[in-house]
């Protein structure tokens, strides 16, 4: 994962450890999701976004925290802008 801000990658291993936090470290991403948008270059779009979906996907998964339904809405709801991100950025090798 090429793009994970230290301070987001750090926020992640807490909240992965510690299992407290969803609400902040859900923050973080969506704001880092906002970098996604302003990006003008795809291949850059294609890395953050895919390198957010991943750290969010493989901190979630290794928390093992059974989310509410409401987180669970929040994370689908991230998960398909990331998606979105990824496919508008029309970049094919990878």
Same mark, same amino acid.
């Given at each position: &994962? ?23 470290? &859900? ?20 890395? @953050? ?6 750290? *969010?996907?493989? @901190?979630?998964?290794?928390?093992? *925290? ?25 970049? &094919?090798?990878?």
């Amino acid at each position: &994962m090429s793009y994970i801000p230290s301070e987001l990658r750090t926020l992640g291993i807490k909240f992965k450890e510690q299992r407290v936090g969803f609400h902040s470290f &859900m923050s973080r991403v969506e704001d880092e999701c906002k970098t996604v948008d302003k990006s003008e270059n795809d291949k850059r779009k294609w890395d @953050i976004a895919i390198s957010l979906r991943g750290f *969010l996907d493989t @901190i979630l998964d290794s928390s093992k *925290l059974e989310l509410n339904a409401e987180q669970e809405k929040r994370v689908i709801k991230l998960r398909g802008i990331l998606n979105k991100a990824v496919l508008e950025s029309k970049v &094919m090798n990878f």
